[in-house]
């Protein structure tokens, strides 16, 4: 068992109703706020009305328009802009993942004089952040529970994952009742966002018996209420259950002790939708089954035995190799049933740039450091097997 340590300093208030509690939160961080939200879905649902007249006595700036795989240029840089000119207090971030991933890079750009793609680079550490409370309306990325997000510059066909323990936010409310309006797509994204989560942390090489039992049981539970809320966009308890898996997936509750994985599939998936703007949870669907195919040898095949018996109940008297593959198989055939491309040619990639995307992974994403090692080679037959 690894020695860690750990923090997570985020508030979370879950439920129906939960941002009843919005005005006295926002209280405690001063007047002035940047109202971050995306594409104008918190409007058709009431939530921005419900916002705007809880915060009548705030003063409030705008920052619309926040796309999937945020864009450092402009949302990032205009949202730095719109807080330094409007002597900005706090961030509400009202919205998804991606809405809250681009809400960070702005807390930490607002407090630095230079170019903040130093801080999103790591060139400069963050010294201080604005403080961020979010309202979420997409289960999914875990963002709202961790420090991190990830910020696309579509000039360099750079992802950049950007973690600091500066940005957790403060508080983030979490009402299931939002997410009954999310598109079929973007649920299914969302189960595969937040499985790929749980498989990139379960797949390392130390691990403990206890959070192999969170992440078998978090897997099982994504399946299982992920259906549900595929069947009935307004089942409760579903929506309810999937929005707190999705929320546990990316603060490290799940691996604590663990030996890093490295995140090899994410780390592939971020130069898929750097180039392409494809959908992330979509993504990692794609190379999931194939990174598990490609990295399946008799040193990893304990660890695929484990997962396939006690994520899948795959008969443990089969032989070792054949509960292996029958894994990797119902992981594709899940994903294949809720509706995702499992194919990148689905999505629009075709050959043309694997060589030059799989040449950006090895340099750029570290994965000689994963769980199994890849090189440029491997990525490339990653990336041709899934196309």
């Known amino acids: 068992m690894q020695n860690f340590d750990y923090m997570t300093p985020t508030r979370l208030v879950f439920g129906k109703n939960a941002i009843a509690k919005l005005h006295d939160v926002m209280t405690g961080f001063g007047k002035r706020v940047l109202l971050t939200y995306g594409g104008g879905s918190i409007k058709k649902i009431g939530l921005y009305d419900r916002v705007k007249e809880i915060l009548k006595d705030f003063e409030i700036t705008e920052l619309p328009g926040i796309q999937p795989n945020p864009k450092y240029d402009p949302s990032v840089l205009e949202g730095v802009r719109l807080c330094k000119e409007n002597h900005i207090d706090v961030i509400l971030s009202v919205g998804g993942g991606s809405v809250l991933d681009c809400s960070k890079a702005i807390a930490a750009g607002a407090c630095y004089d230079g170019d903040p793609w130093?801080?999103?680079?790591?060139?400069?550490?963050?010294?201080?952040?604005?403080?961020?409370?979010?309202?979420?309306?997409?289960?999914?990325?875990?963002?709202?529970?961790?420090?991190?997000?990830?910020?696309?510059?579509?000039?360099?066909?750079?992802?950049?994952?950007?973690?600091?323990?500066?940005?957790?936010?403060?508080?983030?409310?979490?009402?299931?009742?939002y997410t009954f309006s999310v598109s079929r797509k973007q649920t299914a994204a969302g189960i595969a966002d937040a499985m790929n989560h749980t498989i990139e942390q379960y797949f390392a090489e130390d691990t403990t018996l206890l959070n192999d039992g969170f992440c078998e049981s978090m897997l099982r539970s994504l399946m299982v209420n992920g259906r549900k809320c595929l069947e009935n966009p307004e089942d409760y308890t579903a929506r309810a259950e999937m929005m707190l898996c999705c929320t546990y997936g990316c603060n490290d509750i799940l691996s604590l002790g663990n030996s890093s994985s490295g995140w090899p599939c994410h780390g592939?998936?971020?130069?898929?939708?750097?180039y392409y703007d494809i959908t992330h949870g979509e993504g990692l669907a794609i190379i999931t089954p194939r990174w598990m195919q490609h990295i399946l040898s008799e040193h990893t095949l304990d660890r695929f035995v484990k997962y396939g018996i006690n994520v899948f109940g795959i008969d443990a008297a089969l032989p070792k190799q054949e509960i292996a593959r029958k894994a990797i198989d119902?992981?594709?055939?899940?994903?294949?049933?809720?509706?995702?491309?499992?194919?990148?040619?689905?999505v629009g990639i075709g050959p043309e740039r694997l060589d030059e995307m799989a040449r950006h992974i090895a340099v750029n994403e570290g994965l000689e450091n994963a769980y199994v090692p890849l090189t440029e080679k491997d990525i490339k037959e990653i990336l041709v097997a899934s196309l």
Request: glycine share 6%; charged share 20%; aromatic share 10%.
């Open 118 to 177: 130093d801080l999103i680079t790591y060139k400069v550490k963050a010294q201080a952040a604005l403080p961020i409370v979010d309202i979420l309306t997409l289960a999914a990325t875990g963002s709202e529970y961790d420090c991190g997000g990830v910020i696309s510059r579509t000039d360099t066909n750079d992802k950049i994952g950007y973690i600091d323990p500066l940005l957790f936010p403060v508080v983030s409310f979490l009402d299931p009742t």
């Open 330 to 346: 119902a992981t594709y055939e899940f994903f294949e049933s809720i509706g995702i491309p499992m194919h990148l040619r689905e």
């Open 268 to 274: 592939i998936e971020h130069a898929l939708s750097a």
